[in-house]
């Protein structure tokens, strides 16, 4: 479904993914304001890079975000400010943390009583989880493909909230000896999946996040 959500400096472009009715959601019992029965979590999601290329439309996000539908997650992703429709221009970080902060308060708006859950690949991992470790009603944080020797990931890092982590075994990026003593830095509750010899935005093997997510995250609460 598209979607419209007013941002700081205009409106932002954005996709929702819900829950399949071959989940046994009723949808003749939705409940109010669209919240579809059974769903289990909202979930924003933060895109790479928008610099490098990065949208709501790359295919790591794209099919993260179909794998967190699969398990019953309501998923709202968006393109940051200047990407696509989305107004306004490239903030190095600063706006798009508005824009995220603005979806997240659009997702809880349409969803008020499912859990909270963030996630973001690269960049947008760096945005969500920051984002995500700031606000209380954040519940889960999911992030792919972290840069964590270009952003300071500190505050993520020293959060106790659950952490679910997943990396390319050759990821260009961010090396997997740094990936690997970050996680082990790390505060519990935590979960790191590599994907072997995955790149950092796991050419070839997008198929396979979408399954990680899905063995990481299927039971979770």
Known sequence: MQLEIPGPTGVLEALLDEPSPDRGVNREGLLERGQPAGARAAVVFGHPHPQMGGSMHTKVVYQASKALARIGCAVVRFNFRGVGRSAGMWDEGR??????????????SRYPTLPLWVAGM????????????????????????????????????????????????????????????????????????????????????????????????????
């Not at 824009?99 to 997240?104: Q, S, Y």
């Not at 082990?184 to 509750?189: E, H, L, N, T």
């Not at 979960?191 to 990680?212: Q, Y």
Request: charged content about 30%.
């Open 95 to 108: 706006g798009e943390a508005d824009d995220f902060g603005a979806v997240l308060e659009f997702t809880r």
């Open 122 to 221: 690269s960049f947008g991992s760096w945005i969500a989880l920051e984002a995500g470790v700031a606000d209380a009603r954040v519940t889960t944080l999911i992030g792919i493909s972290m840069p964590t020797g270009r952003y300071d990931f500190g505050r993520i890092q020293s959060s106790t909230k659950p952490k679910f982590f997943i990396h390319g075994e050759r990821d260009e990026v961010c090396p997997l000896k740094d990936i690997r003593e970050f996680y082990a830095k790390a505060a519990d509750p935590k979960e790191l999946v590599i994907i072997d010899a995955a790149d950092h935005l796991f050419d070839g093997r997008v198929g396979e996040v979408a399954d990680a997510i899905e063995e990481l995250l299927e039971d979770w609460n």
